[in-house]
């Protein structure tokens, strides 16, 4: 009975309680300590010395010319990639999801291939197809129709890489959604469009927000494809990221930084706007 009541006294319950106690304090730190020497501090210095001149040099930058044709062809190019993804991506998740089809393992594969393609590699085929000496480069030439080193091949390069995001982050709430309120609205009598507008698309609105974020991300931030087929020509053919790569070989770091405080906070932006989207779904997910 003694030695029962020694077993449960708090002081003796749990001995190797205290021992464990420092094991998530010390993950914590090695963590913290890791994110601060690959993340925090090179980001925090690039905004030290983007500004380590003052304000007005900052905005100097911002206005060169070279910079402001930067960040034109960064926008125009997600204003193309993002909805040409956008009707891509519903109609491949729409086809996994709803139906089963021989080949549908491999059609989810190729939608993956820009996950694990290297950007450069895909910047290269590019221009093995539409580059001069490419496969249609003859009759583009006859056409006078310029691809590559152009704005036509930026634009490719960039809905490309930022093709998967869509399709993947929909069809798994397709999947979850089910068929079923489709199927009652049709016997209804509402037509293939107005389910969509009315029952498909309120019920992944989320998922396909979080696909259109992520899609805009990848393609205003990407680098290695579009640096292989625009031919980084500033003021021509050169977007943000090639700009700040650009600018920091020539030795103008203070544009370079100020560019690239540009990128972060579109990078911050987009991180707030995925914050949101993901609480919203988790409380869509609560209520029912």
């Known amino acids: 009975m003694t030695s029962l009541l020694r077993s449960n006294h708090p002081k003796t319950a749990n001995p190797s309680a205290k021992q464990k106690s420092w ?12 994110l601060s020497l690959i993340l925090y501090l090179p980001a925090l ?12 040099p900052f905005f100097d930058n911002l206005l060169s010319p070279n910079f402001q044709v930067a960040i034109r062809l960064t926008v125009l190019m997600a204003l193309v990639a993002v909805p040409l993804n956008l009707v891509f991506g ?34 290269l085929m590019i221009v093995l197809v539409y580059g001069r000496n490419g496969w249609f480069g003859g009759w583009l030439q006859a056409n006078d129709i310029q691809v590559v ?3 036509p091949g930026m634009v490719m390069a960039s809905v490309f890489v930022s093709m998967p995001f869509v ?7 397709l999947e979850e959604v089910g068929s ?43 680098f290695g494809a579009v640096s292989v087929v625009s031919g980084n020509i500033a003021g021509k053919t050169q977007s943000l990221p090639l700009f700040v790569e650009d600018a920091y070989k ?8 100020s560019a690239a405080v540009l990128l972060a906070f579109l990078a911050v932006v987009t991180l707030v706007l995925k914050e949101i989207v993901e609480r919203k779904t988790r409380i869509k997910d609560l209520q029912e």
């Open 23 to 34: 094991v998530p304090t010390l993950l914590i730190g090695v963590a913290i300590a890791y």
């Open 45 to 56: 210095n690039v905004f030290v010395q983007a500004f380590s001149k003052g304000v007005g």
């Open 90 to 123: 519903l109609c491949t998740a729409w086809a996994i999801a709803r139906r089963r089809f021989p080949g549908r393992a491999f059609l989810l594969s190729i939608i993956d291939l820009p996950f694990s393609i290297s950007p450069v590699v895909v910047g």
């Open 149 to 151: 080193f152009a704005f």
């Open 167 to 173: 399709a993947r982050e929909v069809i798994p709430v």
């Open 180 to 222: 079923d309120q489709e199927e009652a609205a049709q016997t209804l009598g509402a037509s293939q469009w107005q389910t969509f507008w009315r029952v498909t698309l309120p019920s992944i609105r989320w998922g396909l927000l979080y696909g259109l974020i992520l899609t805009n991300a990848r393609a205003m931030g990407e």
């Open 250 to 257: 020539q030795y103008d770091t203070q544009a370079a930084y």
